[in-house]
């Protein structure tokens, strides 16, 4: 079993910057792949980035090159930084940990980006 707990969110102008991040209980936290999913009111939850286990990761197209995925292992914690943010970056941002068949979900986190 795997709890994770998100922090970070908040109110930002266009523009701006923010950090996520994601503590996740457990020891075998290295193991899990990594994400980040969000969801606007009215739409789907859509995938924003992942990290696996070894490092690589993957980015939704709307946000490459602004945001960046990382993990520090140690801390068991992934983190989301969120730069150049526009108000269609506006959701709940949810982390997620995943592995084989099992798939673990924070509580969510606020994003408004707004002016």
């Known amino acids: 079993q795997v709890q994770l707990v998100e922090s970070g969110g908040g109110l930002v102008q266009p523009g701006g910057s923010l950090r996520l991040s994601c503590a996740a209980s457990g020891s075998s936290f290295s193991i899990y792949t990594m994400g980040w999913y969000r969801q606007a009111p009215g739409k789907q939850r859509e995938l924003v980035s992942f990290i696996t286990s070894d490092g690589s990761t993957n980015y939704a197209y709307s946000v490459k090159g602004r945001f960046t995925i990382s993990r520090d292992n140690a801390k068991n914690t992934v983190y989301l930084q969120m730069n150049s943010l526009k108000p269609e970056d506006t959701a709940v941002y949810y982390c997620?940990?995943?592995?084989?068949?099992?798939?673990?979900w924070g509580q969510g986190t606020q994003v408004t980006v707004s002016s």
């Open positions: 997620n940990a995943r592995r084989l068949t099992s798939a673990y």
